[in-house]
């Protein structure tokens, strides 16, 4: 609507699902990890979520950092708190098959991630078994979108 040269777009719907998800310890996943690497590692991660958008007929509103936010109902088709639960569901299907990108990083090579050589690496057995892990909130009711 906007392409087509509309200034103001303010609409209301009756009743949709709203999903917000992050990463569980972002902060700490990016200073333990080379720019390359994490941008690799959130390609793959919002990629696997944008996938199963359309196998779920949901709508992908913004991404931001690690932020992932997606809407469901606002196209009138019934059922959108069930799709979006179903949705968040892949989601942490798609988690578990996403590495870290400093488990990443001694798989790939030091010049694609910008990063020190694998053997000058130094994490735990604790750190490599680590999983991608992300929060998950979702709400249903009435609201106001707008540009």
Known sequence: ???????????????????FSDIIGFTEISQKSSTSALMLMLNELFSGFDEALDRHGVHKVETIGDAYMCVTGHDG???H???????????IMVCDRVKLPFQQSA????????????DSLAFSDDQSSKKLQIRVGMHSGPVHAGV
């Open 1 to 19: 609507r906007l392409e087509s040269g509309q200034n103001l777009i303010a609409d209301h719907h009756n009743s949709v699902t709203v999903l």
């Open 77 to 79: 088709v019934g059922n």
């Open 107 to 118: 798989q790939l090579s030091p010049e694609a991630l910008d990063a020190p050589s694998p």
């Open 81 to 91: 708190a069930e799709r979006m639960a179903a949705f968040a569901h892949e989601m």
